[in-house]
């Protein structure tokens, strides 16, 4: 056996121990004191050197001498605003809950660093470490990019992974991604119509904005259906409408609120406009006004032919030829609405983001990703460790 997959093996017991605590404190956000501190306290004990490159971004950098090629490894550290109900013994009580296996990601780039460490001298180049806050609103990697992870030692290629459960496919298999976009990109919208308030016996004395709100829904849903190419994908979800707190009340304002999910950026460039066009047009012609604003976006994430490659090649030499699957035949078409931040970095340089099967439904851990009684198995933090160890000791080998 590979002497990273027995080092990693070793790991197993302190990995459950670090997975344990950041479960217990889950936070969410760009501030993370407890997870980052943890995270930073962990990497100086193993002789690493982290740097805060924002208010809770970690990065370090493991290597030494002169080859100049760094390939980026990534975890993202928050968890959702989410009551945990998981039957698990560690569960947390603080209100809010890695339902997203964030903490398992974190633990998994901890035990890769402990792997990295230990064979620094052997790198043929530098593997730098990225520990994001953040990702569940798609502000923590660009405000890390931005903050220069990507610079000092310049980043070539970058490797992530993302835990499943609840689904059928079994704890420690990995998916890896077909070439081009995996998942979606995403734009959080708010649209507010200011009306005119009045009694509800007289509706001609206002102008009632729940009755344009109700019309804007069903405009937007038209440009997804009449305007955008039947082979292309896009979703727009409306999750939020509204107004108005008494019933014989027309208010003054009502609001709607919704994402938007796109593959390419000629389509989510195209969709924006719609939506803040068809938004203010029917507002208008409804004697209102619409203002239309977008936070919280992220492209498409985008997976790299030459990285896609260079994982398979190494997932069959450490753990065997049946140690993968693609993802076109878990997925149909290959690519999936959700969406991850982790895309901003795939737009800078050559991505690969792998899944791990972290809690299989046909042994027991049948709730999915963000429910509060999701399971994750523990049993693979030892091997995502070394996934991410490995990767990074291979692209760097293969790019010398
Ligand atoms: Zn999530
Ligand atoms: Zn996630």
Known sequence: MNSLLIDADALQAELVSHRNYIHQNPEVGLH??????????????????????????????????????????????????????????????????????????????????????DREDELEGYVKLMFQPAEETFEGAKEMIEAGVLENPTVNAAMGIHVSTGIQFPAGGVIVPEAGPSMAGADWFKITVKGKGCHGAMPHLGVDPLNVIANIYFGLKEIISREIVALDTAVLTVGVMQGGSVNNVIPETAELRGTLRTFTEKNRGFIVQRIQEVAEGIAKTYRSEATVEFSNGTPALVNNPDSIALAKEFLSEYFGENSFVTLGKVAPGGKGMGSEDFAFVSQEVPTVQLTLGAGNSQNGCIYPLHHPKALFDESVLSKGAAVYAGYAIEWLKKNR
């Open 32 to 117: 993370l004191p407890i997870t980052s501190g943890y995270v930073f306290k962990t990497l100086e004990s193993m002789g690493c050197n982290p740097q805060k490159i924002t208010d809770s971004g970690i990065v370090a950098v493991i290597g030494k001498g002169t080859i100049d090629k760094t390939v980026l490894l990534r975890a993202d550290m928050d968890a959702l605003n989410i009551k945990e109900e998981a039957d698990f013994d560690n569960k947390s009580e603080n209100g809010n809950m890695h339902a997203c296996g964030h903490d398992l990601h974190t633990t998994m780039l901890l035990g890769a660093a402990k792997l990295l460490k």
